[in-house]
């Protein structure tokens, strides 16, 4: 297939853009691209933008179902708000809220989203399985992952016991997952709803099966908090402590950075997932992006839950991010 | 005509909302409206959202054509690339503009744009009655102004000199069109582009004329030193001094106020027109809207020209002004 008549935006090293492009897709790959008349006609794009697919690095596709709910509230009273309602999803609202929340993303630029799944009631059916056919259907790329949490209220954990499972269920299901997709993330959930030792067991099974690893950390001030109560460390230090400062790891939101976390960061190879969007609806604030760049740290966008967001436009997030990084450093990023 | 099974948003001082409501429209205006059942059957709006009409209170609708330009540009910047582009605007420019603009607003559920216009080239037409031909065509309620800029480049202004009218001709026609049209506000541009003189004659007319005042104030740090350089004061007590410091006064942006200037415009009744985006676009700030309501100031929300937004949206608008209040203060405002 070939389209021609297109704004084409190449995001090559060199910044290449051809006002008139054209580009030659071939089994769902671009395989050439180039400006003015295409080797033969294709079909008229009449000057629309064209760019790669963009990349959502942090998604909750099951809070699609969940949306304007706790519209006040901070992350700690947010999760416990929820946590009940999410209690209750099963495959066939997790196949439903993929759908919808899938073919938003793609509306808005996005042709591939990792999605960190943590919510696995019990008897809810292959909650995974729900969403990868959602995606199939729709052609997105979604990348799953495992997620869990196993340290609940009589714990000293945020979510309720009902809630969370048992590690050696955890270990065995993302397993059986792996061996059915290759590209499965392990990604236990926080260092509020997950014990040290499944943070542990997590990346040491990830690494015997050369998978990759995912938490939220350092979100709010709360769960610096919370850390530095229970653990005796800020969120950053903890992760360090339990192995998971590496390269094959990128973290969601990491808002409450300190210097030395960020140089470690850049040190390690640890990469950030930004939401910018849920990280102000939820008044955590905003992550220190430039310095992450200038420490060499890979920043990805996401959009997040859209029970966070309330949108599921990753187009809007690339604007967003923009702009809050423009509130704290000025126009020249 | 008769809406019925609608979500109605009331905004009444008891925040009166029906989930199943029903309004009842006569002659443009709401004439009843309930929960439940209508009087009589009207149109099925199929469980949508119904607010009050949406009030953009700062615009420029020209700029709808010159967006995405100057993109990585601080305000002063920014302006000075686009002055040259604006200079040659004409009539037909400004009709297709606002017809463009304004479709946008209304889409976005906004029914009353103020604009402020200030930049009349000679030859240019009648470009305050080709917009409100297209606002009449379209239905929106708009607000016209006869801006102003009389501080050209030679005399220590922004503006080239070929962009500035002299006082005379301002205030001539600033008379005619309030004949006109008697919501007229008067409203010459910002403290860089307009002599004190002007702004002491443009505020006595206004009040002569029974007219309200509008300009731009203390977006940016720049114009803070400006002031300071020239006027020997911050941009608030230079409108102080110039009689502008009034309840017939609103002000846009107001970005960079002290602890003194708030309390100011709490106490003459000054109001401001916050645009969240446009000001994280030009890098400007963020707005102290929190401290601004606390000292009882009115504070209107304004989608800014959209060539400093790149969107025309005042729902989006409504959103950003939330989640960047919430950097500021945390989730519960």
Not at 56 to 73: E, M, P, S, V
Not at 87 to 102: F, H, K, N, S
Not at 252 to 259: E, G, K
Not at 288 to 298: C, E, I
Request: charged content about 25%; aromatic content about 6%; hydrophobic content about 40%.
């Amino acid at each position: 297939m070939i389209l021609e008549n297109c704004w084409l935006v190449t995001m090559d090293d060199g910044g290449s853009e051809y006002a008139r492009g054209w580009l030659q897709v071939e089994n769902g790959v671009i395989a050439a691209l180039g400006a003015g008349n295409p080797p033969e006609r294709g079909e008229d794009l009449h000057g629309a933008v064209v760019t790669p697919g963009l990349i959502n690095t942090h998604h909750h596709l099951y809070q699609t179902l969940t949306r304007a709910r706790a519209a006040d509230a901070d992350l700690f009273t947010w999760l416990k708000t929820l946590y009940p309602v999410w209690a209750r999803i099963d495959d066939q609202m997790e196949y439903a809220a993929a759908r919808c929340g899938l073919a938003e993303l793609a509306l808005s630029g996005c042709t591939t989203v990792f999605d960190h799944h943590y919510v696995f009631p019990r008897g809810a059916g292959d909650l995974i399985e729900a969403e990868m056919t959602a995606a199939r259907e729709l052609g997105v790329r979604l990348v799953p992952s495992r997620g869990s949490m196993d340290l609940g209220e009589s714990d000293g954990g945020l979510p309720p016991d009902s809630l969370v499972e048992d590690a050696d269920t955890v270990l065995a299901e993302t397993d059986r997952l792996a061996s059915r997709y290759p590209e499965l993330v392990v990604a236990p959930c926080s260092p509020f709803s997950v014990t040290g030792e499944l943070m542990r067991e997590s990346a040491e099974l990830a690494r015997k099966l050369g998978l990759t690893l995912h938490t939220h950390l350092a979100e709010t001030v709360e769960e610096e908090e919370y850390c530095r109560e229970l653990y005796g460390c800020t969120p950053v230090e903890y992760l360090g402590r339990l192995g998971w400062l590496d390269d094959d790891v990128w973290c969601a939101h990491c808002v409450h950075l300190s210097d030395a976390d960020i140089a470690r960061f850049g040190e390690t190879g640890t990469g950030v997932a930004h939401c910018p969007s849920s990280n102000l609806r939820l008044g955590a604030g905003v992550a220190p992006v430039r310095q992450l760049l200038d420490a060499s740290v890979r920043v990805g966008l996401g959009v997040d839950g859209t029970a966070s967001n309330e949108r599921g436009d990753l187009f809007l997030e690339v604007k967003q991010a923009l702009l809050v990084a423009r509130a704290a450093v000025g126009p020249r990023l």
